[in-house]
């Protein structure tokens, strides 16, 4: 009758530990699943801002070669405003490759 008691407070015990040990880690793992996700959601929204960033840079520099070239003509255009964009519009698009890449 001994032996069965110790028997069971082992068994229950070893049970107990079991079922804690599982517990515990499905709960580190919902902790980790939860943990990358805010992660990854923390990386998209800087990468959104850096591109939101990007695209008001781009804008600016249209509507400033709009303004500059405005009733000036093509020629205006070919020999000052349109090199400048075209050198603007080459680092934006590297950065903005960049940006996407860092994702």
Do not use: H
């Not at 919902?30 to 943990?35: M, S």
């Not at 923390?42 to 804008?59: I, R, S």
């Not at 509507?63 to 405003?81: A, N, P, V």
């Not at 400048?84 to 490759?97: N, P, T, V």
């Amino acid at each position: 009758m001994k032996d069965n008691a110790l028997l069971q407070t082992i068994t229950g015990a070893v049970i107990t530990t079991g079922l804690t040990l599982l517990g515990t880690a499905v709960l580190q793992k919902y902790q980790n699943d939860a943990a990358e996700r805010t992660r990854f959601l923390d990386g998209a929204q800087v990468t959104a801002q850096a591109t939101t960033k990007l695209l008001m840079q781009d804008y600016n520099a249209l509507e400033q070669l709009r303004s500059s070239t405005d009733k000036k003509g093509f020629e205006f255009y070919i020999k000052d405003s349109g090199q400048k964009y075209e050198k603007f519009y080459r680092d934006w698009r590297q950065q903005m490759i960049q940006n996407q890449f860092s994702m």
